[in-house]
Nanobody, 120 residues
Framework: QVQLVESGGGLVQPGGSLRLSCAASGSIFSIYAMGWYRQAPGKQRELVAAITSGSSTNYADSVKGRFTTSRDNAKNTVYLQMNSLKPEDTAVYYC??????????????WGQGIQVTVSS
């Protein structure tokens, strides 16, 4: 079983920055993809950023140039650095991790979600 723990959310003023972290633990053999999604009230969950095991990244158009995702493979942790935050970035952010367990089974796990609020 794989568990994810997110941290780093909160309230920030427009133009400010936050850094989200998501640490995976448990019976993990390898992680091949890590990503961040968000869901605002009344909207569907959307992909924000993703990073592969080879550190290739992909971003939603709305966050390109402002958000950066990275990973620390030794710590099984993915990060989302969010700069120049806008009120429309307000949402619950979820990390998504996919890989294989020690028993060779594939897994996909979601974080518990963390609130990011951008407001003056």
């Amino acid at each position: 079983q794989v568990q994810l723990v997110e941290s780093g959310g909160g309230l920030v003023q427009p133009g400010g920055s936050l850094r989200l972290s998501c640490a995976a633990s448990g019976s993990i053999f390898s992680i091949y993809a890590m990503g961040w999604y968000r869901q605002a009230p009344g909207k569907q969950r959307e992909l924000v950023a993703a990073i592969t095991s080879g550190s290739s990244t992909n971003y939603a158009d709305s966050v390109k140039g402002r958000f950066t995702t990275s990973r620390d493979n030794a710590k099984n942790t993915v990060y989302l650095q969010m700069n120049s935050l806008k009120p429309e970035d307000t949402a619950v952010y979820y990390c998504d991790v996919r890989g294989t367990t020690m028993k060779g089974a594939e897994f996909g796990s979601w974080g518990q979600g963390i609130q990011v609020t951008v407001s003056s």
